[in-house]
């Protein structure tokens, strides 16, 4: 069936340090992809996303790139703040991207001064 | 604007009891969903309304589980003679629609501990 798969955590770094968290998915048909991120305390909050393949989704200095030929979605920074602590979900979704989606199990990110 | 809410925000129940968890989703926002988050887990899909449409019930884990929302507004998920593996945190999310928007906004979650 469809899922997600994403690096177990927890990414432990220093201010500044460059981020990759890996992420793979298997899906029938032509998914969109997502990645969600929950900081300390909050709710669920969509980072970026990618309808098609080689789309590239940013937001925060977060980037994503479609990637059909390896079926992934890896999410990069090139500089991480101690405020980008928190967890990482990695998701796909069908139709579109209006119905359920599918999540990975999470990355932990914790980043020290 | 308000975003969406849950209620209650915690809630511990003794193996056998029924419990409801409430969502109120954004106004406005037709499609509601809801997701269970066991602990070190990511997000598993149970159900999702959208405008009369029937729902999409296929992941609610067993019959125990249902589910209903009044209209474009609340939801309820009802858990019946809940067991110990039903604890978790529930999720509810709800998305604009009409203008293709993909983004489900996410509420803060119950979370249920069945003992």
């Known amino acids: 069936g469809d899922s997600v798969t994403q690096m177990e955590g927890p990414v432990t770094l220093s201010e500044e340090a460059f981020l990759t968290i890996n992420c793979t998915y298997t899906?029938?048909?032509?998914?969109?992809l997502f990645w969600y991120v929950q900081y300390p305390g909050e709710g669920l909050q969509l980072l970026l996303k990618?309808?098609?393949?080689?789309d590239k989704g940013s937001n925060k200095g977060f980037e994503a790139t479609y990637r059909k030929e390896t079926t992934s979605f890896h999410l990069e920074k090139g500089s991480v703040q101690v405020s980008d602590s928190a967890v990482y979900f990695c998701?796909?979704?069908?139709?579109?991207?209006?119905?359920?989606?599918?999540f990975g199990a999470g990355t932990r990110l914790a980043v020290h001064p | 604007g308000a975003g969406v809410s849950q209620s209650p925000s915690n809630k511990v129940t003794e193996k056998g009891k029924d419990v409801e968890l409430r969502c109120d989703p954004i106004?406005?926002?037709?499609?509601l969903y809801w997701y269970r988050q066991r602990l070190g887990q990511g997000l598993e899909f149970l159900i999702y309304?959208?405008?009369?449409?029937?729902?999409?019930k296929s992941g609610l884990p067993s019959d125990r589980f249902s589910a209903e929302r009044t209209g474009e507004s609340v939801s309820t998920l009802t858990i019946q003679r809940t067991q110990q593996e039903d604890s978790a945190v529930y999720l509810c999310?709800?998305?604009?629609?009409?203008?293709?928007?993909?983004?489900?906004?996410f509420g803060p979650g119950t979370r249920l501990t069945v003992t």
């Open positions: 999310a709800s998305r604009r629609t009409g203008d293709g928007s993909y983004e489900q906004y």
């Open positions: 899906a029938t048909g032509y998914p969109s």
């Open positions: 990618a309808t098609k393949a080689d």
């Open positions: 998701a796909l979704s069908l139709s579109g991207g209006y119905n359920k989606l599918i």
């Open positions: 106004s406005g926002h037709t499609a």
């Open positions: 309304f959208q405008g009369n449409s029937a729902p999409d």
